[in-house]
């Protein structure tokens, strides 16, 4: 498990536009965002990367750099990106199993025909400049996620405050 303050793995990824994001390539002003999802056959997922794309002005004016990340195959990633309303929203795709439990998240094995045979949980990092973690949210099942909303305004309260990181005893 990552601590806060602790450096995250590097991540390199594959996205659905046909380009490569690497987190430690990235140069935002305050944070990344990385947000793991559960994949195409996820509909808590949809909704949560459609309200990311509704908020994804509010998280770059604040200097945040945003992903969605998961497991899934290519063919599955992009047809995400063409069925969902998430146009904006950089979409990663093939996190290997290895590279899911390095950042903690939880894995979970297909109970449908939907869900691809293996499928990580989501998870929630806010990283800093220096590939360092400020704060994360790790879920074992699809529902209970943080709000975007709520993380912007938990964002504003951190910068004005200077507030330290967490969990880090």
């Given at each position: 498990?990552?601590?806060?303050?602790?450096k995250?793995p590097?991540?390199?990824l594959n996205?659905?536009n046909d380009?490569q994001?690497?987190?430690?390539k990235q140069?935002?002003e305050k944070?990344?965002?990385l947000?793991?999802?559960r994949g195409?056959h996820?509909p808590?997922?949809?909704q949560q990367?459609?309200?990311?794309?509704t908020r994804?002005?509010e998280?770059t004016?604040?200097g945040?750099?945003?992903?969605?990340i998961?497991m899934d195959?290519?063919?599955?990633?992009?047809?995400?990106?063409?069925e969902?309303?998430?146009?904006?929203v950089?979409i990663?795709y093939g996190l290997?199993?290895?590279e899911?439990?390095s950042?903690?998240?939880?894995?979970s094995?297909?109970i449908s025909e939907?869900?691809?045979?293996l499928?990580s949980e989501?998870?929630?990092f806010?990283v800093?400049?220096?590939n360092?973690?400020?704060?994360?949210?790790?879920?074992?099942?699809?529902?209970?996620?943080p709000?975007?909303?709520?993380l912007?305004?938990a964002?504003?309260?951190?910068?004005?405050?200077?507030y330290?990181?967490r969990?880090?005893?």
């Open positions: 498990m990552i601590t806060p303050t602790q995250v590097d991540l390199k996205l659905i380009t994001w690497e987190l430690h140069h935002p944070y990344t965002l947000v793991f999802y195409y996820c808590k997922c949809k990367l459609e309200d990311l794309k994804l002005d998280f004016k604040r945040i750099n945003v992903i969605g998961s195959t290519e063919e599955r990633a992009k047809k995400t990106g063409e969902w309303e998430i146009e904006a950089p990663g290997t199993k290895k899911a439990t950042w903690g998240l939880f894995l094995n297909s939907k869900e691809p045979e499928f989501p998870g929630l806010l800093k400049p220096d360092t973690l400020y704060l994360s949210s790790l879920q074992s099942m699809p529902f209970a996620r709000h975007f909303e709520d912007l305004k964002i504003d309260f951190i910068e004005d405050k200077d330290p990181p969990g880090t005893a």
